[in-house]
Every structure is written in structure tokens, then in C-alpha cells.
């Protein structure tokens, strides 16, 4: 999916500036500030208790904020609520729909009460059971679908109304690989349509679907940008990458070396995260150095491009110090 191109003349599906949430004297939400354009996946991402869900819960009217101001679909939160949750799909971190009414119940209800009746009610019901690919499953009871089936039938549930702005709250944990992946071609085929999509997840490969990301930290967003603009962030860590048949006995010898600051291993391969002020040369002529004193094999060692966890962690570790 291609990103939205910005429109200095278009407003944000989803606005907030300075949005603060206090529970007694703990700050859960600390300034926040987010837009979202139509047609834009926006994702939050952060460790549990950064106050994603806090943001999502406020942002979608479910939880007053102490601070701050709201506009979703154009209109201000905090004076009329109730009228922008008819343009707002919801999807909820866990189930929450009814698991002892069948998949079609589910949704006839959830239509009811977003007040579509009659024959339009029947075209959004046949509009998400087709699109959501659901109708081979319309008389199974929620409670017996797979994982997978139940985040689609959430989605649907969602999106009967048509809202302009979808908010997901992890809305692929736990599920398999396979059907992560086509929940993501359906929030692609969404934001093709205009819909303005925030999503959290913990997942750094998800995140690289998204146009934009922003990382939360204790209720703060501690960075922002488009994947590509963070993925060229430079690093005060330098990373090498070491690939090697005798791969475990380079992990314990590098454990007690003072220059590394991490071990990643994974597959005979290891990525080696150094110290800030630590040059990646010289500690590439330590490693070969250590091999051939130890007769050890170093078939590849080469200084690597960061992934995103890379960036966000050196970024948590910046506002840690």
C-alpha cells in the first residue's frame, strides 16, 4: 500500500494535542499528541503499561481524558461524544462480543444497535459476512471459532457502520502467521477506501506495514515517523553481524567482552550489538583476531543495517539514561 500523500487543506480523521490521562496521582497518558489523514494506518506501539489502550480508550470516547482535546471524523470529543461513535469502529484487544450467539447473531445485533434496520441492515450484514469471509461460518457460535475467526468477526462487527475512523487495540495477538497476515490485507483494502486506522501491536514486523509508527514510553510518544525515516536513524550502538559454524562458542566468549553490549542469536548466526564509542572495525579485528587464536571459523562478519527494534530500543535507552 502506497502512504496518503498529505493535503495541507485536509483535516485529520483523528486529532488529539496534548491529551493527559491521571489515574489519582499516577500519569498514564502524558501529553499526547496524534493525527491520523484518511486513508492512513497509523501505528502506536509501546511495552505493556506505556498507555496505548489508555490513548485508544480516550480517542474513541470510552474514557474521559483529565486533559487535552479530541476531534474524530470532525467532531470534538469532549462536547458531543456520543455523536462522533457513529462514525468510530472499535476492535478491543480481547473478544468482546457475545460467544454463545452464532457468528450471523452477533452481527444482527451489533447492526441493531448501531441503529441500521431493514434492508440496509441486510446489505451490511451480507457486505461483512461476504468481505470478512464469514459466510461459510455465519451459524457457528463465536465461542467455537479459532482465534483468527474471531478478530474477523470483531472487524466486521466494527465496521457495519461504515466509520471513518478504525481503532485496533492489538488486534493480531496471538494469532497464527497465516492469519495475521490476511488480517492485514484487509486493513490495507480499508484504508484504500479512506478509512483513517490506528493500530497498536507489539509485533515489529507488523509495524513496518504501517505509514506512520510512533513509539509510546510512559505515557509519551518518545519518537515518530514513516518506517523508512526511523529505519535510517543513526544509531549510538553499532551492530555486527556474525555468521559461523561455531556460533555458540563466540556467544559465551563475547558474553565477558567489555565492547558488547547485547548477543542476539538466531539460526548459526549472531547479531552483536556494541557499546556506544565502540568502533565497528575494531571489534571486527577482535573477533577475527579471537578466531584464530581459538581456531575458530568466521564465515561472514560484517557491520548490519538496523531492524526496527533496533531503533527502539536504542531509542528507550536514550530517554532511560
Sequence with gaps: MNPPQPDAAATPIILAEDLTRHFGDFVAVDHLRVTVEPGEVFGLLGANGAGKTTAIRMLCGMLPPTAGRIRVADVDMARHARRARGQIGYVAQRFSLYGDLTVSENLKLQAGLYGLTGARQRERLTWALAHLELTNRKDVMARALPLGYQRRLALAA?????PRALFLDEPTS???P??????????YELADGGIGILVTTHYMDEALFCDRLALMQAGRIVTEGTPDVLLRRPLPTPILELVSPDAVRFEQLAQDWPEV???IPHAGQLRIRLRAGIAAGA?????HGVAAEGGLTVSALHPAAPELEDVFVAVLEENEA
Design 158 to 162: 466494527a465496521l457495519l457502520h461504515e
Design 174 to 176: 496471538g494469532v497464527d
Design 178 to 187: 497465516m492469519a495475521r497476515q490476511r488480517f492485514w490485507e484487509l486493513i
Design 261 to 263: 553490549r547485547e548477543i
Design 283 to 287: 571489534m571486527m579485528e577482535k573477533i
